[in-house]
T-cell receptor, first 116, second 112 residues
């Protein structure tokens, strides 16, 4: 299996522009998580999906952030308009729960976002 | 407020040393605690702990959970330069669905 795939790996954009991050989870996994990592705040959960349905988006910073999962193999995280404080590494992770404690989350390589 | 606190924040040791990383938590309805290793890229899974007093071991790494005192330790013996990384602790709570709450991590540097 190729693991969790994220694109792009690096994104540099200017303030005010729209940014779209993409994620392909591991095939068969029914949970998908979006995280943001910064030096100051560490790893923060933004939103997660179960069977393509958003379950908890309480970590989404504000209305400029939105996430979708149109099918089991694809999710997007969009920032519009982007701001310099959004600069961070954004990770996507997926897992599979089989009626027990949550399985381990497998992380993608991350997207390093820089907003100038 | 649920908290996961790791200590120390950073650590520098020499090859061959033994290190102990700490993770304490204050959460409601604890379910499990997980350790991850993050090198240059994404975190990779190390251990999941759900029961007190049962040591999980993988090579030179081991971890144990104390649910009474609300902490876990990660031990690395005979450290190597390849152990240099950020070690993340995360807690899953029954009340929070399936999400993990991460600590800020311990940055370990192993010098030759």
């Amino acid at each position: 299996d190729a693991g969790v795939i994220q694109s792009p790996r690096h994104e540099v954009t200017e303030m005010g522009q729209e940014v779209t991050l993409r994620c392909k989870p591991i095939s068969g996994h029914d949970y998908l998580f979006w995280y943001r990592q910064t030096m100051m705040r560490g790893l923060e959960l933004l939103i997660y999906f179960n069977n393509n349905v958003p379950i908890d988006d309480s970590g989404m910073p504000e209305d400029r952030f939105s996430a979708k999962m149109p099918n089991a193999s694809f999710s997007t995280l969009k920032i519009q308009p982007s701001e310099p404080r959004d600069s961070a590494v954004y990770f996507c992770a997926s897992s599979f729960r089989d009626r027990g404690p949550v399985d381990t989350q497998y992380f993608g390589p991350g997207t390093r976002l820089t907003v100038l | 407020e649920d908290k996961v606190v790791q200590s120390p924040l950073s650590l520098v040791v020499h090859e061959g040393d033994t290190v102990t990383l700490n993770c304490s938590y204050e959460v409601t309805n604890f379910r499990s605690l997980l350790w991850y290793k993050q090198e240059k890229k994404a975190p990779t899974f190390l251990f999941m702990l759900t029961s007190s007093g049962i040591e999980k071991k993988s090579g030179r790494l081991s971890s144990i959970l104390d649910k009474k005192e609300l902490f876990s330790i990660l031990n690395i013996t005979a450290t190597q330069t390849g152990d240099s990384a950020i070690y993340l602790c995360a807690v899953e709570m029954r009340s929070s669905g399936d999400k993990l709450t991460f600590g800020t991590g311990t940055r370990l540097a192993v010098r030759p």
